[in-house]
């Protein structure tokens, strides 16, 4: 047991994501092996929280399903507290997560949402996180079920459960602008934007809603305002690749240098993801940046894609590019609307169309 | 087209009450219209919780048989919706007590199905045996203690009521059992705050006012029964409540049972819960009993809800007396029918405890409570020009009052001014009232004088409700907007006197109101014996004991006063004045940084001998003092004074509002303009936000940042920045050729400068 528990500590000597993912994988098959149940789980609970923070959460869809099924089959895991507990936080998180991979169907993410809530009632929690995360899922999906939880969502008491007063307002404030009420956004976000509240996600997750919103409306001014708070604390980290995708469209309307300048430091990023939802915005901006550098006339790619200087693609004229990135956009669309059973993401392609010609 | 996501937002965007409910019963219908069961069971659910926490839960009583079968119906929906059903069928069963229309053999089928479906669903028996106990606990006590027993049995679970409302079941059961000393210990969180939900304290409150009543202990009952009223007027839930407050008061305050009479009418009237009728009608006749001994008739258009019919002496108090006697009597007669026992119609015709007053004020006298009963507020106002009586009627007319009534003395006037409800009466005075010589606070004598000159002086009595600071705001407004001519006031309460500036000011910026604006301090002292003491005047109209301190000496009083002084504004600020003994506020020691509790003692049992001048020994029999302890604090000089956090966010919410009128005086020339803005720190600060001075530049919308922030590296004296208002948070002004340098708190002055 000891072993074990050193074990664990050494998992903070690994860099995060995939050195220190690889070095929890080894220990779980140990733990497997010697049939430790207590360390079968808590290593699984370990991998899960390195892949989900890590910034790909592929590897948390992997895990989970194992996880949950030693955490239903002994009686000494769902006994103890602690691990019920551990078990509801890897819920939370995969309820959020489940979303992003479009090979998750509807009816799986809504029986783990429906588990997820019985788990919670069970050991007597708050169901303040089950409509937060409900709500967030199906903004994408069904806006009056949406609508439904988000104000179930405010009547309910944060617990232990929950993610904490930050990402309470950062939820109000998004849900907010979803349905256009800037004043009531604004006025959740204040504490936010004030500094007084802060999480490992925001500001930037706030400024993120603004900015999309704003650019939805075209207001570019107001999101490059945002765009200029954001992009410092969202660069080069693999999480925010949605963010860089949108601020990569605004850029292509407002600055497409700077938009250059962004895509390059990120495509790297882009081709090492495994996680649709993210690599699918991030191509969306793509896209836009590209189809505007066609419109605008830019030519000289190559001497500014210094990091992208080896792939094949970037030879070509940004319109080629454009289709490129619009084709990999479109498939993942395809995917996330048709499984969603909406045109959100669809609608967030063509949302430049007007502008192009 | 059914649109369920607009129709939540509408919703959502009302507020609680009867035009929501009907909101909602609409969805409910275009949801069946639809045949979208998801959402039939959904609005449903909306609907029982309305009527049910925010009503008077008879709509929820009869759409629950409905939304059940439905929920029964669909089997794909049950685990979605299985929770919200069991909570609404929670509510049911904690309601089933008010209706004598559904009979007992049915009472029991709905507590077996409850418990049926409890195990079903995985919950605990606890709120079943929760909910028993309630239903029992009046007519059937023995029954209700042994549901008791197995309610203790059981843990909590997700159908359970909140802790707050466990707690105050559990202290209703000790008051039961006749033991108070149980019941507040149990209580103690929820009377320390630390427990609350949307009817938590309230109907605490109102369960110890009724048993120390019924105990013939009326300064504890008045006591709590004040705490619940000012939390439950106007509110359709609490009608129940107000009925028991109704009886209390019929014995021990008229005045204040009048009040909450009259502002309850109207959601009596609207009320289909059988119990609560019955309870209302029940205090309303004890008090009507009470009042008839003193008049024949009562006049407030309020009353104008009522079946009753005035006369054109106004309203009979005997027949209104009568009408709430024969519908308490009536549904009284029904429960006892309907629960097999002889329980309701004996209380109605059981005689109350006598009062006496003396006795009342002296048992108060000797009470722990900080909070006391409310003195009037009384404003001497002076006008430029009189106003003839026509002209104020007009415009109390056309003011939006709740009720207006005039006699030859005074004009009696209702109104709700931001959800508070305020009555005044108004009448005018033959003279300015003598305070040449009086010790009034805020003006300049010369001012002051010229002030009592004015050709036309009002004098209006007003209680303060809800919080002072909000409650003396609205008092403002209503001033400024009923008298455009105002020279200035008097406030002869807490001995201050304001320009009419100030006034329209104050009624115009919430924040505007400071707490030493409610209250003033006096010193006394003995030469002889080197004694200083001093005295709050003001704090009872705000319903707290005024306090003292003594002990001082003319060297260090300064000390004392200065924490006498603060200790009162965190009072106000607060609304709350703790209990004789604990701590209210807490001061430091600059140098060793001990921390020095502040609190008050009973003048019976303070800590000292008190001065035979003091106030709390000599002074008037009708105001209740606590002496401040401040004994026990070490080198005065050396000690740092409670930090008042609410007045520094006030003047932050002020430095914003008054933004635009700093704008307005820089269009001036000016000597300088500063301004304090909140900025966020460096992610790795101690501290989530730094607050910096700037120069504001002339012609400009931006600053330049005086200093440099040690928490934010970002911010850099000499560095521009834009400015946001809502980050304001504080700002200083002076113009040009002025020595004068303005604050938000004196804003009224540059506005009047500018005008």
Same mark, same amino acid.
């Given at each position: 047991?000891?072993?074990?528990?050193?074990?664990?500590? /050494?998992?903070?000597?690994?860099?995060?994501?995939?050195?220190?993912?690889?070095?929890?994988?080894?220990?779980?098959?140990?733990?497997?092996?010697?049939?430790?149940?207590?360390?079968?789980?808590?290593?699984?609970?370990?991998?899960?929280?390195? #892949?989900?923070?890590?910034?790909?959460?592929?590897?948390?869809?992997?895990?989970?399903?194992?996880?949950?099924?030693?955490?239903?089959?002994?009686?000494?895991?769902?006994?103890?507290?602690?691990?019920?507990?551990?078990?509801?936080?890897?819920?939370?998180?995969?309820?959020?997560?489940?979303?992003?991979?479009?090979?998750?169907?509807?009816?799986?993410?809504?029986?783990?949402?429906?588990?997820?809530?019985?788990?919670?009632?069970?050991?007597?929690?708050?169901?303040?996180?089950?409509?937060?995360?409900?709500?967030?899922?199906?903004?994408?999906?069904?806006?009056?079920?949406?609508?439904?939880?988000?104000?179930?969502?405010?009547?309910?008491?944060?617990?232990?459960?929950?993610?904490?007063?930050?990402?309470?307002?950062?939820?109000?404030?998004?849900?907010?602008?979803?349905?256009?009420?800037?004043?009531?956004?604004?006025?959740?976000?204040?504490?936010?934007?004030?500094?007084?509240?802060?999480?490992?996600?925001?500001?930037?997750?706030?400024?993120?809603?603004?900015?999309?919103?704003?650019?939805?409306?075209?207001?570019?001014?107001?999101?490059?305002?945002?765009?200029?708070?954001?992009?410092?604390?969202?660069?080069?980290?693999?999480?925010?690749?949605?963010?860089?995708?949108?601020?990569?469209?605004?850029?292509?309307?407002?600055?497409?240098?700077?938009?250059? &300048?962004?895509?390059?430091?990120?495509?790297?990023?882009? =081709?090492?993801? @495994?996680?649709?939802?993210?690599?699918?915005?991030?191509?969306?901006?793509?896209?836009?940046?590209?189809?505007?550098?066609? /419109?605008?006339?830019?030519?000289?790619?190559?001497?500014?894609?210094?990091?992208? &200087?080896?792939?094949?693609?970037?030879?070509?004229?940004?319109?080629?590019?454009?289709?490129?990135?619009?084709?990999?956009?479109?498939?993942?669309?395809?995917?996330?609307?048709?499984?969603?059973?909406?045109?959100?993401?669809?609608?967030?392609?063509?949302?430049?169309?007007?502008?192009?010609? | 087209?059914?649109?369920?996501?607009?129709?939540?937002?509408?919703?959502?965007?009302?507020?609680?009450?009867?035009?929501?409910?009907?909101?909602?019963?609409?969805?409910?219908?275009?949801?069946?219209?639809?045949?979208?069961?998801? !959402?039939?069971?959904?609005?449903?659910?909306?609907?029982?919780?309305?009527?049910?926490?925010?009503?008077?839960?008879?709509?929820?009583?009869?759409?629950?048989?409905?939304?059940?079968?439905?929920?029964?119906?669909?089997?794909?929906?049950?685990?979605?919706?299985?929770?919200?059903?069991?909570?609404?069928?929670? !509510?049911?069963?904690?309601?089933?007590?008010?209706?004598?229309?559904?009979?007992?053999?049915?009472?029991?089928?709905? *507590?077996?199905?409850?418990?049926?479906? #409890?195990?079903?669903?995985?919950?605990?028996?606890?709120?079943?045996?929760?909910?028993?106990?309630?239903?029992?606990?009046?007519?059937?006590?023995?029954?209700?203690? &042994?549901?008791?027993?197995?309610?203790?049995?059981?843990?909590?679970?997700?159908?359970?009521?909140?802790?707050?409302?466990?707690?105050?079941?559990?202290?209703?059961?000790?008051?039961?059992?006749?033991?108070? +000393?149980?019941?507040?210990?149990?209580?103690?969180?929820?009377?320390?705050?630390?427990?609350?939900?949307?009817?938590?304290?309230?109907?605490?409150?109102?369960?110890?006012?009724?048993?120390?009543?019924?105990?013939?202990?009326?300064?504890?009952?008045?006591?709590?029964?004040?705490?619940?009223?000012?939390?439950?007027?106007?509110?359709?839930?609490?009608?129940?409540?107000?009925? !028991?407050?109704?009886?209390?008061?019929?014995?021990?305050?008229?005045?204040?049972?009048?009040?909450?009479?009259?502002?309850?009418?109207?959601?009596?009237?609207?009320?289909?819960?059988?119990?609560?009728?019955?309870?209302?009608?029940?205090?309303?006749?004890?008090?009507?009993?009470?009042?008839?001994?003193?008049?024949?008739?009562?006049?407030?258009?309020?009353?104008?809800?009522?079946?009753?019919?005035?006369?054109?002496?106004?309203?009979?108090?005997?027949?209104?007396?009568?009408?709430?006697?024969?519908?308490?009597?009536?549904? #009284?007669?029904?429960?006892?029918?309907?629960?097999?026992?002889?329980?309701?119609?004996?209380?109605?015709?059981?005689?109350?405890?006598?009062?006496?007053?003396?006795?009342?004020?002296?048992?108060?006298?000797?009470?722990?409570?900080?909070?006391?009963?409310?003195?009037?507020?009384?404003?001497?106002?002076?006008?430029?020009?009189?106003?003839?009586?026509?002209?104020?009627?007009?415009?109390?007319?056309?003011?939006?009052?709740?009720?207006?009534?005039?006699?030859?003395?005074?004009?009696?006037?209702?109104?709700?001014?931001?959800?508070?409800?305020?009555?005044?009466?108004?009448?005018?005075?033959?003279?300015?009232?003598?305070?040449?010589?009086?010790?009034?606070?805020?003006?300049?004598?010369?001012?002051?004088?010229?002030?009592?000159?004015?050709?036309?002086?009002?004098?209006?009595?007003?209680?303060?409700?809800?919080?002072?600071?909000?409650?003396?705001?609205?008092?403002?407004? *209503?001033?400024?907007?009923?008298?455009?001519?105002?020279?200035?006031?008097?406030?002869?309460?807490?001995?201050?006197?304001?320009?009419?500036?100030?006034?329209?000011?104050?009624?115009?910026?919430?924040?505007?109101?400071?707490?030493?604006?409610?209250?003033?301090?006096?010193?006394?002292?003995?030469?002889?014996?080197?004694?200083? !003491?001093?005295?709050?005047?003001?704090?009872?109209?705000?319903?707290?004991?005024?306090?003292?301190?003594?002990?001082?000496?003319?060297?260090?009083?300064?000390?004392?006063?200065?924490?006498?002084?603060?200790?009162?504004?965190?009072?106000?600020?607060?609304?709350?004045?703790?209990?004789?003994?604990?701590?209210?506020?807490?001061?430091?020691?600059?140098?060793?940084?001990?921390?020095?509790?502040?609190?008050? =003692?009973?003048?019976? $049992?303070?800590?000292? +001998?008190?001065?035979?001048?003091?106030?709390?020994?000599?002074?008037?029999?009708?105001?209740?003092?606590?002496?401040?302890?401040?004994?026990?604090?070490?080198?005065?000089? $050396?000690?740092?004074?409670?930090?008042?956090?609410?007045?520094?966010?006030?003047?932050? &919410?002020?430095?914003?509002?008054?933004?635009?009128?700093?704008?307005?005086?820089?269009?001036?020339?000016?000597?300088?303009?500063?301004?304090?803005?909140?900025?966020?720190?460096?992610?790795?600060?101690?501290?989530?936000?730094?607050?910096?001075?700037?120069?504001?530049?002339?012609?400009?919308? @931006?600053?330049?940042?005086?200093?440099?922030?040690?928490?934010?590296?970002?911010?850099?004296?000499?560095?521009?920045?834009?400015?946001?208002?809502?980050?304001?948070?504080?700002?200083?002004?002076?113009?040009?050729? #002025? /020595?004068?340098?303005?604050?938000?708190?004196?804003?009224?002055?540059?506005?009047?400068?500018?005008?």
């Amino acid at each position: 047991m000891a072993d074990f528990s050193s074990l664990e500590h /050494e998992f903070y000597l690994f860099d995060r994501g995939e050195p220190r993912l690889k070095r929890i994988r080894e220990a779980i098959t140990e733990a497997d092996q010697k049939q430790i149940l207590e360390w079968q789980f808590r290593f699984r609970y370990d991998y899960l929280e390195e #892949s989900i923070f890590c910034g790909d959460r592929y590897f948390a869809m992997i895990i989970f399903p194992e996880m949950l099924s030693l955490y239903e089959k002994h009686e000494s895991l769902y006994q103890d507290a602690r691990i019920s507990h551990d078990m509801l936080i890897c819920f939370k998180w995969i309820v959020e997560a489940a979303p992003e991979f479009p090979q998750i169907s509807r009816a799986e993410i809504d029986s783990y949402f429906r588990l997820f809530k019985k788990m919670l009632l069970e050991q007597g929690k708050s169901l303040s996180i089950y409509y937060m995360k409900h709500c967030l899922f199906y903004l994408n999906v069904d806006k009056a079920i949406a609508a439904a939880d988000f104000y179930r969502f405010l009547e309910e008491p944060l617990d232990d459960i929950s993610d904490g007063r930050a990402l309470y307002y950062d939820q109000q404030a998004m849900y907010y602008l979803t349905i256009g009420e800037e004043e009531k956004a604004l006025e959740a976000a204040k504490l936010i934007f004030a500094g007084k509240l802060k999480s490992n996600a925001l500001p930037q997750a706030t400024y993120h809603d603004f900015i999309r919103y704003y650019l939805e409306r075209e207001q570019y001014a107001h999101a490059v305002h945002y765009a200029f708070l954001t992009e410092r604390r969202v660069a080069c980290d693999p999480y925010y690749l949605d963010i860089i995708g949108t601020l990569l469209t605004l850029y292509s309307i407002t600055k497409i240098p700077d938009g250059l &300048r962004l895509f390059s430091i990120h495509y790297a990023l882009y =081709q090492t993801s @495994k996680n649709p939802l993210l690599k699918m915005l991030f191509a969306i901006g793509s896209y836009h940046l590209f189809r505007a550098m066609n /419109e605008e006339k830019h030519h000289v790619i190559l001497e500014q894609l210094r990091v992208a &200087r080896d792939s094949e693609i970037f030879r070509n004229p940004p319109e080629k590019i454009a289709e490129y990135f619009y084709q990999a956009a479109d498939g993942w669309v395809q995917k996330f609307d048709s499984r969603n059973g909406t045109d959100v993401f669809s609608r967030m392609l063509h949302l430049l169309d007007d502008k192009f010609h | 087209m059914f649109t369920p996501q607009q129709i939540i937002h509408q919703i959502n965007n009302m507020e609680h009450g009867a035009a929501r409910l009907e909101t909602i019963a609409q969805a409910v219908k275009d949801a069946d219209d639809a045949a979208q069961h998801y !959402w039939r069971l959904y609005f449903r659910y909306q609907y029982i919780k309305e009527s049910t926490i925010h009503g008077d839960n008879f709509k929820g009583m009869i759409c629950f048989p409905e939304y059940l079968r439905i929920f029964d119906e669909h089997p794909e929906l049950q685990d979605d919706m299985y929770h919200d059903m069991m909570w609404a069928f929670k !509510w049911l069963i904690g309601n089933l007590d008010d209706y004598y229309q559904i009979p007992l053999a049915e009472v029991n089928h709905y *507590f077996e199905e409850f418990k049926k479906r #409890s195990q079903q669903y995985g919950f605990s028996l606890r709120t079943y045996y929760m909910k028993l106990t309630t239903f029992w606990l009046e007519i059937h006590p023995e029954e209700a203690f &042994r549901a008791y027993e197995n309610f203790k049995r059981y843990p909590r679970n997700r159908n359970s009521d909140c802790e707050a409302c466990e707690l105050n079941y559990e202290m209703k059961i000790a008051l039961a059992q006749n033991n108070p +000393e149980q019941a507040l210990k149990i209580a103690e969180p929820i009377l320390q705050h630390e427990k609350h939900c949307a009817e938590i304290p309230h109907v605490t409150y109102a369960s110890l006012a009724r048993y120390y009543f019924l105990q013939k202990n009326f300064s504890e009952a008045a006591y709590y029964a004040n705490l619940c009223n000012a939390l439950i007027q106007g509110k359709q839930e609490f009608l129940r409540e107000a009925g !028991w407050l109704l009886e209390i008061y019929s014995c021990i305050d008229n005045n204040q049972g009048w009040r909450l009479f009259k502002y309850s009418l109207e959601n009596f009237m609207n009320c289909h819960n059988p119990m609560m009728k019955m309870l209302f009608s029940r205090g309303a006749w004890r008090l009507l009993e009470t009042i008839s001994c003193e008049m024949q008739f009562v006049h407030s258009p309020l009353l104008g809800v009522l079946p009753v019919k005035p006369s054109g002496d106004g309203w009979h108090v005997r027949e209104l007396a009568d009408f709430f006697y024969q519908t308490a009597k009536e549904i #009284s007669q029904k429960l006892d029918d309907r629960n097999q026992r002889n329980y309701f119609l004996p209380l109605l015709e059981q005689e109350l405890p006598k009062f006496d007053e003396k006795q009342v004020f002296t048992e108060s006298m000797k009470s722990v409570h900080g909070l006391v009963k409310k003195s009037q507020t009384a404003i001497a106002v002076f006008l430029k020009q009189k106003v003839s009586a026509e002209e104020l009627e007009q415009r109390i007319q056309n003011l939006e009052t709740l009720s207006y009534s005039r006699d030859e003395n005074a004009c009696y006037i209702s109104v709700s001014s931001e959800e508070i409800p305020l009555d005044f009466v108004i009448s005018e005075a033959k003279s300015a009232p003598p305070l040449e010589e009086a010790p009034i606070q805020g003006m300049e004598q010369e001012e002051l004088l010229a002030l009592l000159e004015s050709p036309c002086c009002y004098a209006l009595m007003t209680e303060l409700s809800g919080t002072p600071l909000k409650s003396y705001h609205a008092v403002m407004k *209503f001033l400024s907007s009923l008298f455009p001519e105002l020279s200035g006031i008097v406030n002869m309460t807490a001995l201050k006197a304001y320009p009419s500036g100030w006034v329209n000011f104050a009624g115009t910026y919430e924040d505007g109101i400071s707490p030493h604006d409610l209250y003033s301090l006096f010193l006394g002292g003995s030469q002889k014996k080197n004694e200083v !003491w001093g005295i709050t005047i003001g704090l009872a109209a705000c319903g707290f004991r005024e306090l003292e301190f003594v002990g001082a000496d003319t060297e260090n009083f300064q000390a004392f006063a200065d924490i006498l002084d603060r200790t009162a504004a965190m009072c106000i600020s607060r609304n709350h004045l703790p209990d004789e003994n604990l701590c209210i506020t807490v001061c430091r020691s600059e140098k060793t940084q001990e921390q020095y509790h502040i609190f008050w =003692q009973n003048p019976e $049992t303070v800590f000292c +001998e008190l001065p035979p001048d003091s106030a709390a020994v000599s002074e008037k029999e009708d105001v209740l003092f606590g002496v401040l302890n401040l004994h026990h604090l070490p080198n005065l000089e $050396t000690i740092e004074l409670p930090v008042l956090h609410s007045e520094r966010n006030r003047i932050a &919410r002020l430095a914003e509002k008054t933004y635009p009128l700093l704008q307005k005086a820089m269009e001036h020339p000016f000597t300088q303009a500063l301004i304090r803005l909140m900025i966020p720190c460096d992610e790795d600060a101690e501290y989530d936000f730094d607050l910096l001075w700037a120069k504001i530049q002339p012609d400009s919308q @931006k600053a330049v940042w005086l200093e440099s922030s040690e928490l934010a590296s970002a911010y850099q004296e000499g560095d521009e920045t834009e400015i946001q208002p809502e980050n304001i948070f504080d700002w200083r002004f002076q113009p040009a050729e #002025s /020595e004068e340098l303005f604050t938000p708190q004196e804003a009224w002055l540059l506005q009047e400068e500018l005008s």
